[in-house]
């Protein structure tokens, strides 16, 4: 699976929105990139995963450049609940496990 | 959506003894499931997959013999730490699929963290 390169840390205010980077150049046209959670001793929670197109769902939105080789995670309005570690992950096609790299520590400061 | 869960959610055990750790799937059969090991201010690794009805195949570097894993059904898998150490102090999570995950979510368990005195 490609690597991906994630800030180890961010800081955003309460109720602003929390842009959160990934770069993934050497991605290959059938690898998605998928998003994931985890707040202090709990386990990962989904958020959402694309291909190309760009996602949104009720948690956030998914931002894949053209040549998709980054792409950025929208909190669009954070809350403190959503301090936590958020894990970018690039997955093959058909392939199950997923591989953690060291994801960006996002804090949402009041 | 889909339910993973884990227990015991924490356990202490003496050095020498053995921890079972058991991974369920409450509302969907699990084709699969994965365990992962996370230190300290560290990532998730994953340790081993495992297949219902077959030999777990393990991560590079991971002691098959020490962490015993089982799937014997659709909806529960076992991880046994054998002989456990304090190095073996750790947080396991494990996470399951279904035989319709090729592009959807994978879903976590809660975690279950064991510390071995």
């Known amino acids: 699976d490609a690597k991906t390169t994630q800030p180890p840390s961010m800081d955003c205010a309460e109720g602003r929105a929390a842009n959160l980077p990934c770069n993934h150049s050497t991605i290959s046209g059938n690898e998605y990139v998928y998003w994931y959670r985890q707040i202090h001793s709990q386990g990962p929670q989904y958020i959402i995963h694309?291909?190309?197109n760009n996602e949104t769902n009720e948690m956030a939105s998914l931002i894949i450049t053209e040549d998709r080789k980054s792409s950025t995670l929208i909190l669009p309005h954070a809350t403190l609940r959503d301090t936590a570690v958020y894990y970018c992950i690039v997955r093959v096609e058909g392939a199950q496990k997923l591989v953690f790299g060291q994801g960006t520590r996002l804090t949402i400061n009041p | 959506g889909a339910v993973v869960s884990q227990h015991p959610s924490r356990v202490i055990c003496k050095s020498g003894t053995s921890v079972k750790i058991e991974c369920r799937s409450l509302d969907f059969q699990a084709t699969t499931m994965f365990w992962y090991r996370q230190f300290p201010k560290q990532s998730l690794m994953l340790m081993a997959t495992s297949n219902e009805g077959s030999k777990a195949t393990y991560e590079q570097g991971v002691e098959k013999d020490k962490f015993l894993i089982n799937h014997a059904s659709l909806t529960l898998s076992t991880l046994t730490v054998t002989s456990a150490h304090p190095e073996d102090s750790s947080f396991y999570i494990c996470?399951?699929?279904?035989?319709?995950?090729?592009?959807?979510?994978?879903?976590f368990g809660e975690g279950s963290r064991l510390t071995v005195l």
């Open positions: 694309g291909l190309k």
């Open positions: 996470s399951a699929s279904n035989s319709r995950f090729d592009t959807g979510e994978l879903f």
